[in-house]
């Protein structure tokens, strides 16, 4: 099993594209026609995180994006701090790039995050949200911490085992079939020099100041009007299931599904239980 053969089976484009003059990495599959769903990774992640998704969209007929967010992966980086109005105004910009007026949102960790401040800032664009093990909406010291320690490590060491335990982290068990290829990609991405020379800005938000003043707050998520699924793990290493539950009653009519023996990445460990309720979420959203 490889990322290679979860995609075998559909038409699909691996393409860079001018989003605001920033070089945007990027998969697209499904119809040019169908309605526009856009998959957001989290911190210091890239597109890969939804291979087990986008076939199962795209043949479902929605045309699919799932992109390097900004200073990510192997999409450009500008030197500046990675904080949330940069993180939006970059998904729109990308979003009128490929003539997107609207579209679906699928974020995960830090792109649910983005996600939802566009949800917030911009309704006009955002059809419907996906919130998988969203983070944003509180301070954590000892989780920040623990993201930043152990993502300056693998940067820092050419030893391929730490890259592979960052990637551990986030799952409840380690995946057997994809963990090793999907440890390499992130490793080569982690040992690009640019990468490296851009961290300090893509983990700016673990630094509580910055956070601070990009928090997701009720106040905030209550002015979301789309349609709003909140995934959880509920081996979520990173955030606890009463987490989830304050930001589904903060946002007007979003509902809840928590996955069991599940950690930070519900869409790719439960691909199986994922992709039919997502599919069935977007349709009653449409």
Not at 45 to 72: K, T
Not at 275 to 286: K, M, T, V, Y
Request: hydrophobic share 40%; aromatic share 8%; net charge negative.
């Amino acid at each position: 099993m490889s990322i290679w053969t979860e995609l075998v089976d559909i038409d699909y484009r691996h393409a860079y594209v001018d989003a605001g003059g920033v070089r945007t990495r990027a998969l697209q599959a499904g119809p040019e026609d169908g309605e526009h769903v856009v998959f957001l990774h989290g911190t210091t992640g890239h597109l890969e995180a939804f291979v087990r998704n986008i076939p199962a969209h795209a043949e479902a007929g929605y045309r699919c994006h799932a992109i390097d967010m900004l200073g990510h992966g192997h999409t450009g980086k500008p030197d500046r701090p990675g904080e949330i109005p940069a993180y939006a105004e970059h998904l729109t910009d990308y979003l009128d790039a490929v003539g997107a007026e609207r579209a679906h949102l699928v974020g995960e960790s830090l792109g649910g995050w983005v996600s939802s401040w566009v949800a917030s800032e911009r309704p006009d664009r955002v059809a419907s949200l996906q919130l998988l093990c969203m983070g944003g909406t509180k301070i954590n010291p000892q989780v920040m911490e623990r993201l930043k320690t152990s993502t300056r490590a693998a940067v820092e060491q050419r030893d391929p085992s730490f890259t592979r335990e960052r990637l551990r982290l986030l799952w409840a068990h380690w995946d057997e079939d994809l963990g090793d290829e999907l440890a390499d990609i992130r490793f080569d991405i982690y040992h690009r020099p640019e990468f490296k020379e851009n961290l300090h800005n893509l983990l700016a938000l673990q630094e509580v100041e910055a956070r601070e003043r990009n928090l997701l707050r009720p106040e905030r998520m209550a002015m979301i009007k789309a349609p709003t699924l909140v995934v959880w793990g509920n081996k979520n290493p990173l955030g606890d299931v009463p987490e989830a539950e304050a930001i589904a009653a903060a946002i007007p009519g979003a509902r809840l599904e928590v996955f069991n023996d599940c950690g930070h990445w519900p869409q790719h460990e439960k691909a199986g239980l994922y992709n039919p309720l997502s599919l069935a979420f977007l349709a009653e959203s449409s």
